[in-house]
């Protein structure tokens, strides 16, 4: 019953990004003519908010930093995440 609960959340939570994606691109309908024009890659790092946030936002970071993605480009979603990524 639990597992149940946490995968409606789950998926709740996927149709969100994907929502907010969509959304995005709708603003910026460039973007997905991105690596096609450009060759490089678009990441979008969603970030915490709530809880114990800073370790997993770290996480994400330090991620990002081994992929070595200085000739893409990044959008970094959410207040703490850009706070850390302007650090």
């Excluded at 998926?11 to 709708?26: C, G, H």
């Excluded at 709530?50 to 990002?64: M, Q, S």
């Amino acid at each position: 019953q639990k597992s149940k609960k946490e995968l409606l959340y789950v998926r709740e939570y996927q149709n969100l990004v994907e929502d907010s994606i969509a959304y995005m691109i709708t603003l910026f309908p460039e973007l997905k003519e991105l690596k096609r024009v450009s060759g490089k890659s678009l990441y979008i790092l969603f970030g915490s908010e709530e809880g114990l946030c800073g370790a997993f936002n770290e996480k994400i970071f330090a991620f990002i930093e081994q992929e070595n993605i200085e000739d893409d480009y990044l959008i970094v979603v959410g207040r703490k995440a850009n706070d850390e990524a302007l650090e």
